[in-house]
Protein backbone atom coordinates (compact mmCIF):
# COMPACT_ATOMS: atom_id res chain seq x y z
CA UNK A 1 0.00 0.00 0.00
CA UNK A 2 1.05 3.48 -1.01
CA UNK A 3 2.05 5.82 1.57
CA UNK A 4 1.13 9.97 1.29
CA UNK A 5 2.51 12.93 2.56
CA UNK A 6 0.37 15.75 2.34
CA UNK A 7 1.14 19.21 2.91
CA UNK A 8 -1.90 20.75 5.14
CA UNK A 9 -2.35 24.63 4.91
CA UNK A 10 -5.16 25.83 7.07
CA UNK A 11 -4.86 29.33 6.22
CA UNK A 12 -6.92 31.75 7.47
CA UNK A 13 -10.01 31.88 9.53
CA UNK A 14 -12.65 28.64 9.70
CA UNK A 15 -9.82 27.08 7.44
CA UNK A 16 -7.51 26.47 10.83
CA UNK A 17 -11.36 24.48 12.28
CA UNK A 18 -12.60 22.66 8.97
CA UNK A 19 -8.78 20.98 8.05
CA UNK A 20 -8.48 18.84 10.55
CA UNK A 21 -11.59 17.78 10.44
CA UNK A 22 -10.89 16.56 7.13
CA UNK A 23 -7.48 15.34 8.11
CA UNK A 24 -9.90 13.31 11.06
CA UNK A 25 -12.21 12.27 8.51
CA UNK A 26 -9.15 10.59 5.71
CA UNK A 27 -7.96 8.98 8.98
CA UNK A 28 -11.02 7.33 9.65
CA UNK A 29 -11.50 6.22 6.21
CA UNK A 30 -7.91 4.38 5.70
CA UNK A 31 -6.04 6.91 3.92
CA UNK A 32 -2.60 6.11 4.51
CA UNK A 33 -1.17 9.77 5.19
CA UNK A 34 0.99 11.73 7.37
CA UNK A 35 0.15 15.35 7.44
CA UNK A 36 2.95 18.33 7.42
CA UNK A 37 1.73 22.09 8.52
CA UNK A 38 2.78 24.39 6.45
CA UNK A 39 2.26 28.38 6.47
CA UNK A 40 0.09 30.50 4.15
CA UNK A 41 -2.33 33.13 4.71
CA UNK A 42 -3.02 36.82 6.04
CA UNK A 43 -0.72 36.91 9.41
CA UNK A 44 1.94 35.79 6.64
CA UNK A 45 1.17 38.74 4.31
CA UNK A 46 1.49 41.18 7.82
CA UNK A 47 4.29 39.74 8.97
CA UNK A 48 6.80 38.91 6.45
CA UNK A 49 5.66 40.16 3.26
CA UNK A 50 4.67 36.94 1.96
CA UNK A 51 1.25 34.84 2.27
CA UNK A 52 2.72 31.91 0.60
CA UNK A 53 6.29 31.65 2.17
CA UNK A 54 8.88 30.10 0.77
CA UNK A 55 9.50 27.74 3.04
CA UNK A 56 5.33 26.76 2.32
CA UNK A 57 6.77 26.40 -1.54
CA UNK A 58 9.58 23.99 -0.68
CA UNK A 59 7.33 21.55 0.84
CA UNK A 60 5.19 21.62 -1.96
CA UNK A 61 8.09 21.15 -4.26
CA UNK A 62 8.75 18.28 -2.13
CA UNK A 63 5.07 16.37 -1.54
CA UNK A 64 3.27 17.46 -4.49
CA UNK A 65 -0.12 16.93 -2.71
CA UNK A 66 -1.71 19.21 -0.93
CA UNK A 67 -4.76 20.32 1.47
CA UNK A 68 -5.72 23.63 1.80
CA UNK A 69 -8.07 25.49 4.15
CA UNK A 70 -9.24 28.94 3.57
CA UNK A 71 -7.56 32.37 2.49
CA UNK A 72 -8.77 36.05 3.39
CA UNK A 73 -7.96 38.27 0.43
CA UNK A 74 -8.29 41.99 0.95
CA UNK A 75 -8.27 45.29 -2.25
CA UNK A 76 -4.78 46.48 -2.17
CA UNK A 77 -4.80 49.56 0.03
CA UNK A 78 -6.37 47.31 2.84
CA UNK A 79 -3.12 44.84 1.99
CA UNK A 80 -0.87 47.89 2.45
CA UNK A 81 -2.29 49.37 5.51
CA UNK A 82 -1.92 46.16 7.37
CA UNK A 83 1.69 45.34 6.47
CA UNK A 84 4.20 45.54 9.26
CA UNK A 85 5.61 49.22 9.61
CA UNK A 86 8.83 48.19 8.82
CA UNK A 87 7.79 46.42 5.29
CA UNK A 88 5.23 49.22 4.24
CA UNK A 89 7.29 51.44 1.54
CA UNK A 90 8.89 48.33 0.18
CA UNK A 91 7.69 48.26 -2.88
CA UNK A 92 5.83 44.95 -1.85
CA UNK A 93 2.65 44.00 -3.42
CA UNK A 94 0.25 41.19 -1.98
CA UNK A 95 -1.26 38.56 -4.36
CA UNK A 96 -3.66 35.72 -3.54
CA UNK A 97 -1.33 32.66 -2.38
CA UNK A 98 -3.88 30.03 -3.97
CA UNK A 99 -3.42 31.72 -7.49
CA UNK A 100 0.05 32.07 -7.20
CA UNK A 101 0.41 28.62 -6.24
CA UNK A 102 -1.70 27.39 -9.52
CA UNK A 103 0.59 29.29 -11.62
CA UNK A 104 3.54 28.60 -9.86
CA UNK A 105 2.74 24.74 -9.53
CA UNK A 106 0.93 25.05 -12.82
CA UNK A 107 -2.24 23.82 -11.35
CA UNK A 108 -3.98 24.51 -14.47
CA UNK A 109 -6.87 22.33 -14.33
CA UNK A 110 -9.66 23.49 -11.35
CA UNK A 111 -12.35 20.85 -11.07
CA UNK A 112 -15.22 21.97 -9.08
CA UNK A 113 -17.72 18.81 -8.86
CA UNK A 114 -21.39 20.07 -8.13
CA UNK A 115 -23.76 17.07 -6.67
CA UNK A 116 -26.97 17.37 -4.76
CA UNK A 117 -27.34 15.41 -1.65
CA UNK A 118 -30.79 13.73 -1.10
CA UNK A 119 -32.42 15.09 2.06
CA UNK A 120 -30.38 18.12 2.29
CA UNK A 121 -32.59 20.99 3.06
CA UNK A 122 -30.76 23.66 1.35
CA UNK A 123 -31.39 21.63 -2.02
CA UNK A 124 -33.33 23.63 -5.33
CA UNK A 125 -36.84 22.55 -5.44
CA UNK A 126 -39.06 23.63 -8.73
CA UNK A 127 -42.96 24.02 -8.41
CA UNK A 128 -44.90 21.03 -10.37
CA UNK A 129 -48.02 22.39 -11.81
CA UNK A 130 -50.51 20.87 -10.08
CA UNK A 131 -49.17 22.81 -7.17
CA UNK A 132 -46.43 20.53 -5.46
CA UNK A 133 -42.45 20.19 -5.68
CA UNK A 134 -40.18 18.62 -7.37
CA UNK A 135 -36.12 17.88 -6.35
CA UNK A 136 -34.25 17.52 -9.19
CA UNK A 137 -31.02 15.89 -8.89
CA UNK A 138 -28.30 17.71 -9.79
CA UNK A 139 -24.96 16.40 -10.95
CA UNK A 140 -22.43 18.58 -12.69
CA UNK A 141 -18.20 19.27 -13.03
CA UNK A 142 -16.79 22.45 -13.50
CA UNK A 143 -13.34 22.38 -15.68
CA UNK A 144 -12.25 25.62 -15.00
CA UNK A 145 -8.69 26.87 -16.55
CA UNK A 146 -7.04 27.81 -13.55
CA UNK A 147 -3.75 29.54 -15.12
CA UNK A 148 -4.68 31.91 -17.57
CA UNK A 149 -7.59 34.39 -18.41
CA UNK A 150 -8.83 36.81 -16.15
CA UNK A 151 -6.56 35.78 -13.27
CA UNK A 152 -3.21 35.85 -15.40
CA UNK A 153 -2.69 38.73 -13.25
CA UNK A 154 -1.22 40.77 -16.01
CA UNK A 155 -2.68 44.40 -15.34
CA UNK A 156 -1.99 47.90 -14.22
CA UNK A 157 -3.17 51.31 -13.16
CA UNK A 158 -1.23 54.40 -14.76
CA UNK A 159 -0.26 51.58 -16.97
CA UNK A 160 3.73 52.55 -18.35
CA UNK A 161 4.54 54.42 -21.63
CA UNK A 162 5.18 51.37 -24.03
CA UNK A 163 2.18 49.14 -22.81
CA UNK A 164 0.03 52.25 -23.80
CA UNK A 165 1.85 52.42 -27.52
CA UNK A 166 0.92 48.60 -27.46
CA UNK A 167 -2.80 49.27 -26.65
CA UNK A 168 -3.01 52.39 -28.91
CA UNK A 169 -2.34 49.96 -31.95
CA UNK A 170 -5.82 48.44 -31.34
CA UNK A 171 -8.06 50.64 -33.14
CA UNK A 172 -11.24 49.51 -30.03
CA UNK A 173 -8.32 51.68 -27.32
CA UNK A 174 -9.12 55.04 -29.45
CA UNK A 175 -11.78 55.53 -26.79
CA UNK A 176 -9.46 55.58 -23.72
CA UNK A 177 -6.55 57.46 -25.68
CA UNK A 178 -7.18 60.62 -24.08
CA UNK A 179 -7.70 59.34 -20.42
CA UNK A 180 -5.09 60.68 -18.01
CA UNK A 181 -2.59 57.14 -16.95
CA UNK A 182 -4.05 57.97 -12.65
CA UNK A 183 -7.40 57.39 -14.50
CA UNK A 184 -7.06 54.54 -16.09
CA UNK A 185 -6.61 50.72 -15.15
CA UNK A 186 -6.22 47.75 -17.32
CA UNK A 187 -6.78 44.29 -16.86
CA UNK A 188 -5.83 41.60 -19.54
CA UNK A 189 -7.73 38.23 -20.08
CA UNK A 190 -5.01 35.71 -21.85
CA UNK A 191 -6.01 32.58 -23.48
CA UNK A 192 -3.72 30.11 -25.19
CA UNK A 193 -4.18 27.67 -27.21
CA UNK A 194 -2.33 24.93 -25.49
CA UNK A 195 -4.11 25.41 -21.92
CA UNK A 196 -7.46 25.69 -23.68
CA UNK A 197 -6.70 22.25 -25.11
CA UNK A 198 -5.71 20.31 -22.51
CA UNK A 199 -8.50 21.94 -20.16
CA UNK A 200 -11.25 21.14 -23.07
CA UNK A 201 -9.86 17.25 -23.61
CA UNK A 202 -9.64 16.67 -19.82
CA UNK A 203 -13.44 17.48 -19.75
CA UNK A 204 -14.44 15.31 -22.56
CA UNK A 205 -12.23 12.92 -20.71
CA UNK A 206 -13.75 13.13 -17.54
CA UNK A 207 -17.47 12.82 -19.49
CA UNK A 208 -15.77 10.01 -21.10
CA UNK A 209 -15.04 7.95 -18.25
CA UNK A 210 -17.81 8.88 -15.99
CA UNK A 211 -20.89 8.47 -18.97
CA UNK A 212 -21.97 12.36 -19.05
CA UNK A 213 -23.82 12.99 -21.76
CA UNK A 214 -22.43 16.11 -22.84
CA UNK A 215 -19.79 19.11 -22.16
CA UNK A 216 -21.23 22.54 -22.75
CA UNK A 217 -18.69 25.66 -23.15
CA UNK A 218 -19.89 28.51 -20.87
CA UNK A 219 -17.92 31.72 -22.63
CA UNK A 220 -19.09 34.68 -24.41
CA UNK A 221 -17.81 34.51 -27.84
CA UNK A 222 -20.53 37.03 -29.39
CA UNK A 223 -18.82 39.97 -27.08
CA UNK A 224 -15.34 38.42 -26.29
CA UNK A 225 -14.58 37.51 -29.50
CA UNK A 226 -10.54 36.37 -29.86
CA UNK A 227 -10.39 34.66 -26.12
CA UNK A 228 -14.00 33.09 -25.58
CA UNK A 229 -13.52 32.58 -29.25
CA UNK A 230 -10.51 30.35 -28.91
CA UNK A 231 -12.49 28.36 -26.29
CA UNK A 232 -15.46 27.80 -28.57
CA UNK A 233 -12.79 26.95 -31.70
CA UNK A 234 -10.73 24.00 -29.42
CA UNK A 235 -14.09 22.93 -28.41
CA UNK A 236 -15.13 21.97 -31.55
CA UNK A 237 -12.07 20.55 -33.31
CA UNK A 238 -11.84 18.18 -29.68
CA UNK A 239 -15.55 17.19 -29.76
CA UNK A 240 -15.38 15.15 -32.83
CA UNK A 241 -12.67 12.59 -31.45
CA UNK A 242 -15.74 12.16 -29.05
CA UNK A 243 -18.66 11.20 -31.07
CA UNK A 244 -21.00 9.70 -27.75
CA UNK A 245 -20.72 12.77 -26.18
CA UNK A 246 -22.63 16.25 -27.33
CA UNK A 247 -21.08 19.67 -27.47
CA UNK A 248 -22.93 22.68 -26.07
CA UNK A 249 -22.15 26.44 -25.97
CA UNK A 250 -23.98 28.63 -23.73
CA UNK A 251 -23.16 32.04 -23.17
CA UNK A 252 -22.23 32.47 -19.45
CA UNK A 253 -24.70 35.35 -18.73
CA UNK A 254 -27.04 32.87 -19.61
CA UNK A 255 -26.02 29.51 -18.41
CA UNK A 256 -26.55 31.47 -15.15
CA UNK A 257 -30.13 31.71 -15.82
CA UNK A 258 -31.00 27.96 -17.22
CA UNK A 259 -29.04 26.58 -14.19
CA UNK A 260 -31.53 27.93 -12.04
CA UNK A 261 -34.64 26.16 -14.49
CA UNK A 262 -33.41 23.32 -15.21
CA UNK A 263 -29.84 22.52 -13.39
CA UNK A 264 -30.11 18.53 -14.16
CA UNK A 265 -29.67 18.74 -17.89
CA UNK A 266 -26.23 19.50 -17.26
CA UNK A 267 -23.13 17.50 -16.98
CA UNK A 268 -20.00 18.85 -17.29
CA UNK A 269 -18.59 22.51 -18.23
CA UNK A 270 -15.40 23.70 -19.06
CA UNK A 271 -14.87 27.41 -19.21
CA UNK A 272 -11.93 30.28 -18.21
CA UNK A 273 -11.09 31.14 -15.52
CA UNK A 274 -13.16 34.58 -14.34
CA UNK A 275 -16.20 32.49 -15.70
CA UNK A 276 -15.48 29.13 -14.32
CA UNK A 277 -14.95 30.51 -10.71
CA UNK A 278 -18.33 32.62 -11.43
CA UNK A 279 -20.27 29.53 -12.88
CA UNK A 280 -19.38 26.94 -9.82
CA UNK A 281 -20.66 29.05 -7.10
CA UNK A 282 -24.10 29.58 -8.70
CA UNK A 283 -24.14 25.82 -8.97
CA UNK A 284 -23.34 25.77 -5.45
CA UNK A 285 -26.16 27.33 -4.59
CA UNK A 286 -28.04 24.56 -5.96
CA UNK A 287 -26.90 22.06 -3.36
CA UNK A 288 -26.47 23.53 -0.31
CA UNK A 289 -23.90 26.91 -0.83
CA UNK A 290 -20.44 26.82 -0.22
CA UNK A 291 -20.54 24.52 3.05
CA UNK A 292 -20.65 21.49 0.04
CA UNK A 293 -18.78 23.20 -2.30
CA UNK A 294 -15.07 21.23 -2.95
CA UNK A 295 -12.49 21.57 -5.71
CA UNK A 296 -9.30 20.27 -7.05
CA UNK A 297 -6.30 22.59 -8.64
CA UNK A 298 -4.65 19.72 -10.44
CA UNK A 299 -1.24 20.42 -12.58
CA UNK A 300 0.47 17.19 -14.47
CA UNK A 301 2.76 16.57 -10.75
CA UNK A 302 1.36 18.75 -8.32
CA UNK A 303 -2.36 19.01 -6.97
CA UNK A 304 -3.71 20.65 -4.35
CA UNK A 305 -7.54 20.62 -2.77
CA UNK A 306 -9.50 22.73 -1.31
CA UNK A 307 -13.50 23.75 -0.18
CA UNK A 308 -13.86 26.76 -2.33
CA UNK A 309 -15.46 28.37 0.83
CA UNK A 310 -13.64 31.98 2.34
CA UNK A 311 -12.54 32.13 5.14
CA UNK A 312 -15.32 33.37 8.01
CA UNK A 313 -13.32 35.57 9.90
CA UNK A 314 -16.41 36.52 12.08
CA UNK A 315 -17.10 32.46 12.69
CA UNK A 316 -13.28 32.06 13.37
CA UNK A 317 -13.39 32.35 17.16
CA UNK A 318 -17.12 30.94 18.26
CA UNK A 319 -16.37 28.42 20.78
CA UNK A 320 -17.80 25.91 20.02
CA UNK A 321 -17.19 26.35 16.16
CA UNK A 322 -20.46 26.56 13.97
CA UNK A 323 -19.27 26.32 10.86
CA UNK A 324 -19.99 23.30 8.26
CA UNK A 325 -17.14 20.95 7.04
CA UNK A 326 -18.49 19.09 4.81
CA UNK A 327 -16.67 20.97 2.05
CA UNK A 328 -13.58 20.67 3.25
CA UNK A 329 -14.48 16.57 4.15
CA UNK A 330 -15.20 16.64 0.13
CA UNK A 331 -11.92 17.90 -0.67
CA UNK A 332 -10.39 15.09 0.95
CA UNK A 333 -11.88 12.60 -0.67
CA UNK A 334 -11.62 14.33 -4.13
CA UNK A 335 -7.61 13.90 -3.33
CA UNK A 336 -8.28 10.12 -2.37
CA UNK A 337 -9.51 9.86 -5.97
CA UNK A 338 -6.86 11.59 -7.74
CA UNK A 339 -4.25 9.18 -5.97
CA UNK A 340 -6.09 6.23 -7.16
CA UNK A 341 -7.58 5.39 -3.35
CA UNK A 342 -11.36 5.89 -5.36
CA UNK A 343 -12.62 3.74 -2.72
CA UNK A 344 -11.83 5.56 0.30
CA UNK A 345 -13.42 8.41 -1.11
CA UNK A 346 -16.35 6.64 -2.08
CA UNK A 347 -16.30 5.57 1.41
CA UNK A 348 -16.35 9.41 3.05
CA UNK A 349 -18.99 10.71 0.21
CA UNK A 350 -21.48 8.17 1.00
CA UNK A 351 -20.55 8.99 4.80
CA UNK A 352 -21.62 12.40 4.14
CA UNK A 353 -24.61 11.37 1.79
CA UNK A 354 -25.90 9.19 4.83
CA UNK A 355 -25.89 12.07 6.88
CA UNK A 356 -27.50 14.47 5.24
CA UNK A 357 -30.17 11.87 3.96
CA UNK A 358 -30.85 11.33 8.09
CA UNK A 359 -31.19 14.84 8.53
CA UNK A 360 -30.37 13.84 12.70
CA UNK A 361 -27.29 16.50 12.50
CA UNK A 362 -27.77 19.65 10.79
CA UNK A 363 -25.14 22.55 10.90
CA UNK A 364 -26.66 26.30 11.08
CA UNK A 365 -26.92 26.40 7.10
CA UNK A 366 -28.56 23.74 6.53
CA UNK A 367 -31.06 24.73 9.30
CA UNK A 368 -31.47 28.28 7.09
CA UNK A 369 -30.98 30.13 10.71
CA UNK A 370 -28.26 32.99 10.79
CA UNK A 371 -24.88 32.32 12.60
CA UNK A 372 -23.79 33.17 15.74
CA UNK A 373 -23.52 31.96 19.01
CA UNK A 374 -27.57 31.22 19.26
CA UNK A 375 -27.79 28.70 16.33
CA UNK A 376 -27.77 25.59 19.00
CA UNK A 377 -31.39 26.74 20.64
CA UNK A 378 -32.27 26.01 16.84
CA UNK A 379 -31.04 22.63 17.08
CA UNK A 380 -27.49 23.25 14.74
CA UNK A 381 -24.96 20.57 15.79
CA UNK A 382 -21.17 22.34 15.88
CA UNK A 383 -18.29 21.69 13.41
CA UNK A 384 -16.86 18.26 15.36
CA UNK A 385 -20.32 16.64 15.86
CA UNK A 386 -20.77 17.02 12.26
CA UNK A 387 -17.14 15.25 11.73
CA UNK A 388 -18.62 12.82 14.47
CA UNK A 389 -21.30 12.02 12.55
CA UNK A 390 -19.80 11.56 9.41
CA UNK A 391 -17.25 9.20 11.05
CA UNK A 392 -20.01 7.16 12.84
CA UNK A 393 -21.54 6.35 9.46
CA UNK A 394 -17.81 4.63 8.25
Keep these: MSHYTVVSMPGDGIGKIVLPEAERVLGKAGFPADYIHADIGWDFWRREGNPLPERTV ?36 YYSPIVTMRQKFDLDLCVRPIRSFPGNPLNFIRKKLDGGFEEPVVDAVIFR ?45 I ?19 FGYKSVTVAEKPNVLRETSGMFEEEARA ?39 DILSDGFAGLVGGLGFACSGNIGREYAVFEPTHGS ?24 CDHVGEKEKGERIRNAVAEVVREGKVRTYDMLRVPGGPKVFGHGACTTQQMTDAILAKM
Design 58 to 93: KLLEQHKLGLFGAITSKPKWDADAELDPQLKGTGLV
Design 145 to 189: QGTEGSYAGVEWTNPPQNVREAFTTHRKFKTFASVKGEDLAISTR
Design 191 to 209: VTREATRRVIREAFEYAKR
Design 238 to 276: IAKEYPGIALRSVNIDAIMMWLTKNPEEYGVFVCENLFG
Design 312 to 335: APKYEKLSPSIVNPIAMILSGAML
